[in-house]
């Protein structure tokens, strides 16, 4: 009994702890492996990152080779891609209009919010971990969003995105890398 009493403890301390790191966050960069799921379809890309708290995002396509170089910029939250000298406003990224693309700013959103329904102690690619669930209802959707992060230096290493029960998109983090203030 003693030892449930103590993961959940832990776990809730670990919650606290990579919120507070995540919100101390000044900068961050991030490869990751996206994986979306459509009705009818699956589309998988890698993704380049790179968080400021204090001005824009930038993200750049690694793969595939047909978008490979696609960057684009978040301000607030609106985002611009930038393709072949072109600049395309993307509109509003908020959790109504999930996309691949918008899938580590909904990300960040979660992660610095607090807003935390669930946590436990586990395991995830043989590494200790914590996994932090959070849910919000949008105006069209409910998402919940599940994160496992390190518990050696509280860096993410997975998520899944879901909408309405469904997993619409999955997240592994190749590299992560934080400058806490």
Not at 54 to 60: F, I, L, S, T
Request: charged residues 25%.
């Amino acid at each position: 009994m003693l030892a449930v009493l103590s993961s959940c403890s832990s776990a809730e301390n670990g919650a606290e702890a990579v919120t507070k790191a995540m919100r101390d966050t000044v900068s961050a960069n991030y490869r990751t492996d996206i994986t979306a799921h459509f009705p009818s379809r699956e589309v998988s890309f890698i993704l380049d990152y790179t968080y400021n708290r204090d001005g824009d995002d930038r993200a750049c396509v690694v793969s595939p080779d047909e978008i490979a170089g696609m960057c684009f910029t978040i301000t607030g939250e609106r985002s611009t891609i930038n393709f072949d000298g072109a600049n395309l406003e993307m509109g509003r990224l908020n959790e109504d209009n999930l996309s691949p693309l918008s899938t580590v700013p909904v990300l960040m959103k979660h992660w610095t919010g607090g807003n935390i329904s669930e946590q436990s102690a586990t395991k995830i690619f043989d590494r200790d971990a914590y996994l932090i669930i959070s849910r919000n209802s949008g105006e069209s959707s409910a998402v919940e969003v599940r994160s496992w992060f390190s518990k050696d230096d509280l860096l993410p290493l997975y998520a899944e995105i879901f909408s309405d029960g469904e997993r619409v998109i999955q997240c592994k983090f190749e590299r992560a890398e934080h400058k806490l203030q």
